[in-house]
């Protein structure tokens, strides 16, 4: 308990050390550039295509269990459900969970490295503030991309529903598109993409935590990136929870 309170006092520490102002703000834009490409850009491939296939089995469920329910339910429900199931909860915390093992791993391992091989010793002994110039332009990044990681999550799932309602000739075009059209909360879209703020700046501070304080050699890094996605994946959990029962209660 005493060292769960001691990782929780260095990781407020470590964020009071991130968020000073930096001196080269040039610099900084660069480096936020390369963040986008690195942790949003390059993991569009992976949340279109998850997002695509299980769009898709969200459509099967949905026009399965209506199909056997008690009374009968129009086929224009299972476009809205799908809708609402992906909008809710899938392209927010499903992706930013996949999001978690994939970035965090690559910070809690890039930073850790660096740590491992001397180099923010280095920075720190020149009078740099590594941990501004290694975390923050990743926060900026996530906060700045995630949110279109969200939109491409939500577009690819509907469209992976469509098009498997087609494949499989379960319901009708027309059908689909008035269960979307259905009416929807619009403080919906409001709270996912909250959520999705929140985890993005999750995603890129627990892993840099776990980075940023290894000690040891590449085994120490190994581990360390590890944890980094354990603890990145149990907080997103957590916090889905507790926003979900701010937010929509």
Do not use: H
Request: proline share 2%; charged share 10%.
């Amino acid at each position: 308990m005493i060292k769960a309170f001691e990782s929780f006092g260095r990781y407020f520490v470590l964020m009071g050390e991130v968020f000073r102002l930096p001196k080269n703000l040039r610099v900084y834009r660069k480096l936020i550039v390369r963040e986008i490409i690195d942790l949003g850009v390059n993991s569009v491939g992976l949340v279109a295509f998850l997002s695509l296939f299980m769009g898709a089995v969200l459509a099967i469920q949905m026009y399965q269990n209506f199909k056997t329910a008690a009374i009968p339910v129009p086929d224009a429900y299972v476009g809205y459900a799908t809708k609402v199931t992906i909008i809710l909860e899938f392209s927010s915390t499903i992706i930013a969970i996949i999001l978690a093992g994939k970035v965090g791993s690559y910070i809690a391992s890039s930073i850790g490295t660096m740590r491992a091989t001397e180099q923010i010793s280095a920075l720190e002994v020149m009078g740099v503030n590594a941990a501004t110039l290694l975390i923050l332009p990743k926060i900026i990044a996530s906060l700045l991309f995630y949110p279109i990681l969200l939109m491409i999550s939500i577009t690819t799932g509907i469209l992976g529903g469509y098009l498997v309602g087609q494949l499989l000739d379960m319901f009708s075009t027309v059908d689909f598109v008035e269960g979307l059209q259905m009416e929807f909360e619009n403080w919906f879209f409001v709270y996912t993409f909250i959520k999705m703020q929140v985890f993005a700046f999750i995603i890129a501070t627990i892993p840099a935590y776990f980075g940023f304080y290894v000690e040891g050699g590449s085994l120490e890094v190994g581990r360390s990136s590890t944890k980094a996605v354990v603890w990145t994946c149990v907080t997103v959990i957590v916090v889905n929870l507790i926003l979900t029962q701010l937010l929509l209660t």
